[in-house]
Nanobody
Framework: QVQLVESGGDSVQAGGSLRLSCAVS????????MGWFRQVPGKEREGVGI???????KYADSVQGRFAISQDNAKSTLFLLMNSLKPEDSATYYC??????????????????????WGPGTQVTVYS
């Protein structure tokens, strides 16, 4: 029903920028909630930010002001622009989707536990 494929992961020096993309294939849906998450081996998954079908966004405190989520006009690609990268931003980054808006209106979005669709992830490494 929904397929997601991330790309754009790379190794970048601290202070630099990187833009991740998530190609979205889904059945027609007027409403949806999509998000970016990240995970380091041995640690819990961490929410980065979400965007709903109206373009409204929310971000985790750890990335607020540095990261920005956007989507193309066709809403077939989700982007995560990451600026002022820090070594602690190193992780595998995943995009996730829900065909309902519920996740975007709940504080529980940050856990990612209610998103049913996930991409395979893309690795970001930030070196100092």
């Amino acid at each position: 029903q929904v397929q997601l494929v991330e790309s754009g992961g790379d190794s970048v020096q601290a202070g630099g920028s990187l833009r991740l993309s998530c190609a979205v294939s889904r059945s027609a849906s007027a409403s949806y909630c999509m998000g970016w998450f990240r995970q380091v081996p041995g640690k819990e998954r961490e929410g980065v930010g979400i965007i709903d079908s109206d373009g409204l966004t929310k971000y985790a405190d750890s990335v607020q002001g540095r990261f920005a989520i956007s989507q193309d006009n066709a809403k077939s690609t989700l982007f995560l622009l990451m600026n002022s990268l820090k070594p602690e931003d190193s992780a595998t980054y995943y995009c996730a989707a829900d065909l309902f808006l519920t996740n975007c209106y709940s504080d529980s979005w940050i856990t990612g536990q209610y998103f049913p669709y996930w991409g395979p992830g893309t690795q970001v490494t930030v070196y100092s």
